[in-house]
């Protein structure tokens, strides 16, 4: 396997330490010449290794991946839609689809013999470095929009120990910030999903869905935020089609936040690039307006036939509450904008459609709280108990 520049082809040792092409300074990804092998083994990421480039041995793991992929027939009823299921991301180690990446990339840094590992964040992605990176005994360096992290997240990458900087900006000013510290500093080993190595981790969710279907889904619904996801998904349904592992090939839709949505509006000829300043939703997850991997999203959307959405932050919060209550299933509000386009578009879609909950619910307690939700009070007696459940 070799790193490979998306624009011009120029070729680069997986061991060279670059975050983009040095020819041309475009996107990098990761590429095998050899025949796809398929002799899989276990459960999780690590069951991919053969299309991994990384040494499953020495694997920095906490047990990430083979989340569930959970039928929802009576939401699909309400939607119209012949069969739904949510893959549940949120039952990773760290409760996002942040931590199949971040398995790849750490055994990658510590196969690099890094000393220091960083990050841009809007939450998950800090919480998932900080952990790994302790478990791979490496300093973590965070940083983090100032007053715009989901509560459970922060806590999460202090627990970890990471050193969290709040930066006086957005997230797409942190991500610039710590491109340029992790460039200029060779000590600093840079995993956002800018970094080819997460994407190899992540698109072991589409094999997991493959082989969970017998096929890949006929639409995959998923957030769309720095963009990295849906590259991620792409590459994999692409390459078990490749292997003849599947028949056919998604349509992939990304959801973006109404005041944060750089790609859809692009592709509705509203803006120039992907790219605005100001990006504002309470999914705070998905509030990028400069998504570093857009180009590999473009490329998702036009192969398969796809298409970038965008949904409110009212119907993202009613979303979370109608998959939480109909279903059992708690999401975080960026992970419930798939289910919001579901539930007001009524698309129809005759094979199997697949929801992407990205992250777990009780990262961010306050976004359903602050909803000021009824609780009944009774004293601590039947008669009370009686009286206000009106039995
Ligand atoms: C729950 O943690 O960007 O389009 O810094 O946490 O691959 O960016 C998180 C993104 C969707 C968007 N759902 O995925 C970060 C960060 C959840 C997320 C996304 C994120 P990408």
């Not at 990471?162 to 510290?181: P, S």
């Not at 997850?285 to 959405?309: C, E, T």
């Not at 279903?327 to 975080?332: H, K």
Request: with cysteine; aromatic share 4%; hydrophobic share 45%.
């Amino acid at each position: 396997m070799t790193q490979q520049c998306i624009q011009c082809k120029a070729r680069y040792p997986l061991t060279q330490v670059l975050y983009t092409c040095a020819a041309c300074n475009d996107l990098l990804e990761i590429i095998s010449d050899a025949p796809a092998r398929n002799d899989f083994g276990g459960a999780g990421v690590w069951r991919y290794a053969p299309l991994l480039p990384a040494d499953s041995r020495r694997a920095v793991t906490l047990g990430e991946g083979a989340t569930g992929l959970h039928r929802c027939d009576r939401l699909a009823a309400e939607l119209g839609l012949a069969a739904l299921h949510v893959k549940n991301e949120g039952e990773n180690p760290t409760g996002s689809f942040k931590d199949r990446g971040m398995t790849v990339g750490m055994t990658h840094a510590r196969t690099l013999g890094v000393q220091s590992v960083a990050c841009a964040s809007t939450g998950n992605t800090s919480a998932a470095l900080a952990a790994y990176a302790a478990r791979a005994g490496l300093r973590a360096v965070v940083l983090i929009p100032g007053g715009k992290v989901a509560l459970g997240k922060l806590a999460q990458a202090i627990v970890h120990n990471a050193r969290i900087v709040q930066i006086n900006g957005n997230f797409d000013d942190a991500m610039r910030l710590v491109h340029e510290l992790s460039s200029s500093n060779a000590g600093v080993y840079l995993l956002n999903s800018i970094n080819p190595f997460r994407l190899e981790g992540q698109k072991t969710a589409a094999f997991e869905i493959c082989e969970a279907l017998g096929d890949a889904p006929e639409t995959l619904v998923l957030p769309l935020g720095n963009a990295g996801n849906i590259s991620a998904y792409w590459k994999g349904f692409r390459e078990f089609r490749a292997a003849g592992l599947i028949k056919r090939l998604p349509r992939m839709i990304g959801v973006q936040a109404a005041g944060a949505a750089p790609i859809a509006e692009f592709l509705r000829g509203q803006r120039t690039d992907c790219r605005m300043d100001d990006p504002n939703t309470i999914a705070t997850a998905i509030r990028i307006g400069a998504p570093v991997s857009w180009k590999k999203a473009l490329a998702a959307i036009r192969d398969s036939g796809g298409d970038a959405v965008t949904v409110t932050d009212d119907e993202i919060l009613a979303a979370q509450r109608k998959l939480a209550a109909t279903e059992g299933l708690f999401v975080e509000p960026s992970s419930a904008a798939p289910i919001a386009w579901l539930l007001r578009e009524k698309p129809q879609i005759a094979g199997p459609v697949v929801a992407v909950a990205t992250g777990n619910g009780l990262k961010d307690p306050d976004a359903v709280l602050s909803a000021k939700p009824v609780l009944l009070q009774s004293e601590a007696t039947m008669d009370g108990l009686r009286r206000v459940l009106e039995l």
